[in-house]
């Protein structure tokens, strides 16, 4: 099933890098090929990419016949929430990265993540975000010259 | 002769005070990032891209190239104690090490990988050094043509080799090469798939790409398995740090055959230090008066496999250094590292920079023996590693990539697409789209169409030239071969086993 998935998003890929090669302007001087035809020559390497799955996915069609296995249902599982859940808090830290400034952004998102999934070692997980998100903030600003947003905090 | 004395001056720039403290930073860093799971060298060198910016590039890529060769020490510490590879090559390592660690002989695992590792990662310098100018000679001789189709070549072999699917892995190579026309077309000027996002009109960096890759969909995968409670506990080192006489008998040909099997595989696109442990754990198995001890704690399982994976490294920098063409994903992101600092390898950068060639190939007989320093009597120190607690670590893995990304730009832009390609990389490995081809043909995809483009404007575009000559047609045809290899030889096999029945 995925690999049918994936076959699917495969052409739909080809059809829309397809369709974006055409707005690119070209104005052929000097350059018998122009800025499009590289990206023609992945379109047709996307289609060969489609057909090898094509036939993996036949291939292994047969085998699963001759075998009599069957599919394994895809189901929901309490841990598959994990990643969405760590992805959005990520996502916000990066929206309020900059408002924020660095500190107290990294700060929050550390003391979040540690107190869930170090959990119960107070102690540790608040030092651990206080002090990192210090030593590397004043590590890299002004040891090594790294630009980190200073946000709401004025140093 | 002129060669050896560029050798010789390589030397007194690798033994510069400035540069052996580049070499320590850089095998202490691969050690940690070797030892940790969760970051491994290839995403460790793309977030010290932009932190070491500005820095003078020999010191810098010493440094880089530490990172690269101490992993391989550092991952098999992991590999004994836990039972994880703390580096994708330490694989092997971890079916018999572990098991040696059970029985109490975790010093000895860790004293034969430390071992094995130096012997091998010098055999593999010594290789290095060896083969890199004849090749850079025959390199001299190619142009752009010869160029396209040696990164075809290199391209569908890491396609077709890394991974279960070569559907999957040619998938891969090609949604790199698409993620490297966005951005202004150099030679026109034309700007391509930027989506209008103005930061775009640069490219999407391989840095962020290799960090959201490598290092956050880590630490996803990480995250979940503490949920479901799967991680793993670190054993404490048992037995003496030291091999007995007849532990010592029993690896020393493994260790060299080893050394000998990573070297040649490095050197060859796609197959990697993961296929080269492999390679001399099957060797060692089938050479072995007492197969049935694989699997089971056989010293040999863990000593040809650990000098393999180390020797891989060097090799595999023959054809980057030589050619300017990496084989595989980590070489990839090095050779992104030396384009960053404006340096080109290939056979020019032998004639025109034989100081940082050569400075940086010595370097790694100097890091190797750092490396055994700080993997053997030191190893303590680097074990307490494995203790911090991986909730702690993967969410500060996090924070470090945001400063790498950040600090490349100073844009929002790049944090947005570490996560965005951390999703992407979660989601590949669930459903084994391999993402070492997506890089190598990330990083090369510029260079590609640039050297596609030159022959044909050579050749007033006709497509000729690229079977004109017989390097080209050579590279072809090996190019087709490792396309058809995997769906050839399940045919060959299926055919030879009719054959044994009837």
Redo the contacts between chains.
């Keep these: 099933m995925?690999d049918r998935i994936?076959l699917a998003c495969?052409l739909l890929?080809a059809g829309v890098?397809f369709w974006?090669t055409t707005k690119?302007?070209?104005?052929e001087?000097g350059?018998?090929?122009?800025?499009k035809?590289?990206?023609r020559?992945?379109i047709a390497?996307?289609l060969?990419?489609a057909v090898?799955?094509l036939?993996?996915i036949l291939r292994d069609n047969k085998r699963k016949i001759e075998e009599g296995s069957t599919a394994v249902k895809w189901r929901w599982e309490p841990?598959q929430w994990?990643?969405p859940a760590?992805?959005a808090w990520?996502?916000i830290?990066?929206v309020v990265?900059?408002a924020l400034g660095?500190m107290l952004a990294?700060a929050i998102?550390?003391l979040v993540?540690?107190a869930?999934?170090?959990?119960g070692?107070w102690l540790?997980?608040v030092l651990?975000s206080v002090l990192?998100?210090a030593i590397?903030y004043f590590a890299?600003t002004k040891l090594?010259g790294?630009?980190?947003?200073r946000g709401i905090i004025p140093f | 002769m002129e060669t050896l004395v560029h050798i010789l001056n390589g030397f007194t720039v690798a033994m510069q005070p400035v540069n052996l403290w580049y070499t320590f930073l850089g095998v202490l860093m691969g050690t940690i990032i070797g030892v940790l799971p969760g970051i491994g060298p290839s995403a460790g060198i793309a977030l010290l891209i932009p932190i070491t910016y500005g820095m003078n590039p020999t010191s810098a890529l010493i440094m880089m190239a530490g990172i690269y060769y101490g992993a391989k020490y550092g991952g098999s510490t992991t590999a004994i104690l836990i039972r994880t590879p703390g580096e994708a090559a330490s694989v092997m390592t971890s079916i018999d090490g572990y098991e040696m660690a059970k029985k109490g002989r975790a010093g000895a695992a860790l004293a034969v990988s430390a071992i094995g590792s130096f012997i091998a990662g010098t055999i593999g310098v010594i290789g290095l050094t060896l083969f890199a100018v004849p090749l850079t000679s025959i390199a001299l001789k190619f142009g752009p043509a010869e160029y396209f189709t040696l990164m075809l070549f290199a391209m569908t072999a890491v396609s077709t080799l890394t991974g279960q699917s070569p559907a999957k892995g040619v998938l891969a190579t090609v949604l790199g090469l698409i993620i490297a026309t966005i951005g202004i077309d150099l030679q026109s000027g034309q700007a391509r798939y930027t989506m209008g996002i103005p930061e775009f009109q640069d490219g999407v960096g391989f840095v962020v790409v290799v960090v959201g890759l490598f290092a956050m969909a880590e630490v996803f995968r990480g995250l979940e398995d503490i949920y479901r409670g799967t991680g793993a506990k670190a054993m404490k080192i048992t037995g003496k740090l030291w091999l007995t006489r007849e532990e010592w008998r029993r690896s020393i040909g493994p260790i060299w055959r080893g050394g000998i099997i990573g070297f040649v595989i490095g050197v060859l696109p796609g197959a990697g230090g993961t296929i080269a442990s492999i390679m001399s754990y099957t060797t060692e198995k089938r050479m072995s008066k007492h197969p049935e001890e694989f699997g089971h704690g056989a010293i040999e399982g863990v000593a040809g496999p650990e000098a393999a994976n180390n020797s891989d490294t060097a090799g595999a920098l023959v054809p980057l250094l030589t050619l300017g063409i990496p084989g595989g994903g980590a070489t990839a992101v090095m050779l992104g590292a030396f384009i960053m600092y404006g340096v080109q390898p290939g056979p020019m950068l032998f004639q025109n920079n034989p100081q940082l060639v050569w400075g940086l190939i010595n370097s790694m007989y100097i890091g190797n023996i750092m490396l055994v320093i700080l993997n053997l009597p030191l190893i303590g120190l680097f074990v307490r590693l494995l203790y911090i607690p991986q909730g702690i670590l993967y969410p500060l893995i996090v924070t470090i990539s945001a400063i790498g990304a950040y600090a490349i730009n100073g844009s929002v832009v790049d944090l947005w697409l570490i996560l965005f390609f951390g999703i992407v990389g979660y989601v590949f490995d669930k459903i084994d789209i391999p993402v070492a081809p997506l890089v190598l043909s990330l990083v090369l995809g510029g260079i590609m169409e640039q050297s596609f483009r030159q022959a044909m404007t050579i050749s007033g575009g006709d497509l000729k030239i690229f079977y004109g000559s017989a390097i080209t047609v050579t590279l072809l045809v090996m190019s087709v071969i490792s396309v058809a290899l995997p769906f050839i030889i399940p045919r060959l096999r299926a055919l030879g086993s009719k054959g044994d029945e009837s």
């Design positions: 995925t994936i495969t890929l890098y974006a690119i302007p070209s104005l001087l350059d018998p090929l122009g800025p035809a590289f990206p020559m992945l390497g996307l060969i990419a090898m799955l036939l993996e841990h994990v990643v760590v992805a990520t996502g830290y990066m990265f900059e660095y990294t998102y550390l993540l540690t869930f999934f170090n959990r070692r540790m997980n651990t990192f998100t590397s890299f090594l790294v630009n980190l947003a």
